[in-house]
Every structure is written in structure tokens, then in C-alpha cells.
């Protein structure tokens, strides 16, 4: 039975750490310094044109 649903586990394991790897990085994209930098950025393009 264990064996199973290890068996199980391991088939979807990459959907798993891609599930991870997504909720991190929207986590990230929200984050003060992360907004602050893409927001000066975007305004050094802006100021340059």
C-alpha cells in the first residue's frame, strides 16, 4: 500500500515542485523591493524616450 503511494507521489512530483516553484515566485513578484525596482525600471525607459 505505502509502495503505491510513493509510486503515486513520484509520477506527479514534477508537478509538485513546479506547484512550489510558482507560489514562491508570485510571493517574490509581490514584494516591496521587488515592485519598487521594476517600477524605476520602467521609469529610467520612460524618462530615456
Known amino acids: 500500500m505505502k509502495e503505491e503511494i510513493f509510486g503515486d507521489i ?3 512530483l ?3 515542485i ?3 516553484r510558482l507560489t514562491l ?3 517574490h513578484t509581490f514584494e516591496a ?3 519598487a525596482a521594476v517600477l ?3 521609469t529610467l525607459i520612460q ?3
Open 10 to 12: 513520484g509520477d506527479f
Open 14 to 16: 514534477p508537478v509538485i
Open 18 to 20: 513546479d506547484g512550489i
Open 25 to 27: 515566485g508570485i510571493q
Open 33 to 35: 523591493d521587488h515592485i
Open 40 to 42: 524605476r525600471s520602467h
Open 47 to 49: 524618462f530615456k524616450k
